[in-house]
């Protein structure tokens, strides 16, 4: 299976596809697919020929990961990134997926919960097709699903309902 990890700088991509590569070695992980390189530039001064191949190249991953803004923005690699960059960065990935008509999962949490979610998604459990809808009309939204699983967090596992 070939995962491509996408997200706004500073966001644990790199950590992530490590611990993938540790906990499944038989997968073959990157964090820097093209799409991911066409970011580092402004997305107006590329050259639609080079987005439209960074395109199609996402489309060869059998599955695309994208890190969640829930941690806060550290250096990383010597980059200095803000949070209103994150989300411009963020906003523009998801946009390109979605014009794309790239599928792709979201990872959230901190260390090993970050990556127990991405191993989740990689081999969900009790998952049927066509049992789950997304209702929120903010489908993909940053703000949104950061406050969903915020709320999520918050609630003790004694409140939840038996599985």
């Not at 459990?125 to 699903?145: F, I, L, M, Q, R």
Request: proline fraction near 10%; glycine fraction near 8%.
């Amino acid at each position: 299976m070939r995962i491509a990890i996408l997200g706004a700088p500073a966001t644990g991509k790199t950590q992530l596809a490590q611990g993938l590569m540790r906990h499944l070695p038989a997968l073959q992980v990157t964090d820097n697919p093209p799409l991911q390189n066409a970011l580092r530039t402004p997305p107006s001064g590329n050259d639609p020929t080079r987005q439209a191949l960074a395109r199609d190249h996402q489309r060869s991953y059998d599955l695309t990961l994208l890190t969640g803004l829930d941690l806060p923005p550290s250096p990383a690699a010597g980059t200095h990134i803000t949070q209103p960059q994150q989300e411009q960065a963020d906003a523009w990935l998801r946009a390109t997926l979605q014009q794309a008509g790239i599928a792709y999962g979201v990872v959230y949490g901190n260390g090993p919960q970050r990556l127990r979610n991405a191993l989740r998604l990689i081999t969900p459990e009790d998952v049927t097709p066509g049992n789950w809808n997304w209702v929120c009309e903010k489908c993909s939204d940053p703000a949104c699903e950061y406050r969903l699983f915020t709320g999520l967090k918050d609630l003790k596992a004694d409140s939840l309902p038996p599985a």
